[in-house]
């Protein structure tokens, strides 16, 4: 029943597309007024979706600093990893946003002659910092289709990221760089098979 409701309402999207492009009338509706309708309704379920997430009840907090933290005077705290200040907490923020701090301490736990045995993990830390760098310098770059005029940045990025030019289409770096990190982790949701149980 999905897949056949899913067709159906592919078909009707397409054949309400087709008779827009046909009749004069309809082209305001459905290249005006039906975009903002789209858009209003994805920003207000956002809205939605967002506050319901922030009513549901937490039974507890789960703690991902491993410092230690501010307490006694003669023991130090460990000011980046357990702030307890306005501007550690923006530094922890900014190195967890940046460059996925808590991501690069990833450990791999494997049972190795009946031992568990611990190994790092480096591996989804890097394809990770690779595809979401990757995704933010292209976001930037399609600036241009966007703006006007265009900011400074965008012709700087377009030119950094195309340093390897060779020959035409200007393949990118960022697109390289995407595309082998979307496979590593397209393949470790797939393989994996402690990822795959909760992706699948």
């Known amino acids: 029943m999905g897949i056949q409701l899913s067709l159906l309402v592919t078909v009707v999207i397409l054949l309400a597309g087709w008779v827009s492009g046909v009749l004069p009338f309809l082209k305001f509706i459905f290249g005006v007024i039906l975009p903002y309708v789209a858009l209003a309704v994805f920003a207000i379920g956002l809205v939605i979706r967002v506050l319901r997430w922030a009513r549901s009840p937490v039974p507890f907090r789960i703690t991902t600093t491993c410092g230690q933290e501010k307490s006694l005077p003669w023991i130090k705290q460990n000011k980046l990893d ?19 701090r808590s991501l690069f301490r990833n450990t791999k736990a494997s ?85 795959r149980i909760v992706s699948l």
């Open 111 to 195: 049972l190795k002659d009946d031992r568990l045995v611990y190994s790092v993990d480096k591996w989804l830390w890097f394809f990770s910092l690779a595809f979401h760098w990757s995704f933010l310098i292209i976001f930037l770059r399609h600036f241009r289709f966007f703006t006007e005029p265009i900011p400074f940045f965008v012709g700087f990025l377009q030119d950094i990221d195309g340093f390897f030019q060779v020959g035409l289409p200007i393949i990118y770096i960022t697109d390289v760089a995407i595309l082998v990190a979307l496979t590593y982790l397209f393949l470790r949701r797939i393989f994996n098979a402690k990822v």
């Open 82 to 100: 357990n702030p307890s200040s306005a501007l550690g907490t923006l530094g922890r923020m900014a190195l967890e946003v940046l460059f996925f």
